[in-house]
């Protein structure tokens, strides 16, 4: 049993981009999480119910997870632990979207960061182009991006509270580990890449 689980949301809602996420997920953020160096972690997707069995097959360490209550895309980019259904407690937690990736040594990083609050600065990985750029947005100690890791939290990542470090060290890691792809659907900024 593992003490570590990436908490991804890989839910939308639409049945159309729910396809092309999960596509997304099992061929550019899957691969990477296959590729770490430490490998002794669970893989936490919020899915529908549907998607379970075939999210399982891809890997053994993926343990998926619904909510207790109608999910709905535009309500739900936060979560506490008691709407979740089938998340079972981690010790340390990773939060990521299920449509970005990561070094190979993105976990063992967190692992070695001399906090319990972890951040990373993302690169953006355009896809249509093929190619890499910095952020305009830099993330801080203080406003972590969706990179992000915990120790000893009890509460689930994906809470909004916790998007408020106030005073707790933090260790803010620059760019090399995450990157964030910018595709053919960007559902946040709703605009095409």
Known sequence: MSDIGLIIRLWHGDGIVQEQRLKHFNE????????????NFDICPLSPPEDHARLKAMD???????????????????????QTVGLKHYPIQVRMDSDDFVS?????????????????????????ERRFKPMSHRYREDKPSTFLAVKNYDECIYHKVFLRFNDRPC???PEGHAWVCIHDHNFRTNKDS
């Open 171 to 173: 260790t803010i890691y």
């Open 28 to 39: 550019i953020c899957l691969p990477t999480l296959k590729a770490q160096s430490y490998v």
């Open 104 to 128: 190979s040594d993105f976990i063992q990083t967190i692992l070695e960061a001399p906090t319990d609050y972890v951040t990373f600065q993302p690169m953006l990985c355009l896809m249509d």
């Open 60 to 82: 053994e360490r993926i343990k998926p997870f619904t909510l207790n209550e109608p999910y709905d895309y535009s309500k739900h980019s936060n979560f506490t632990r008691a």
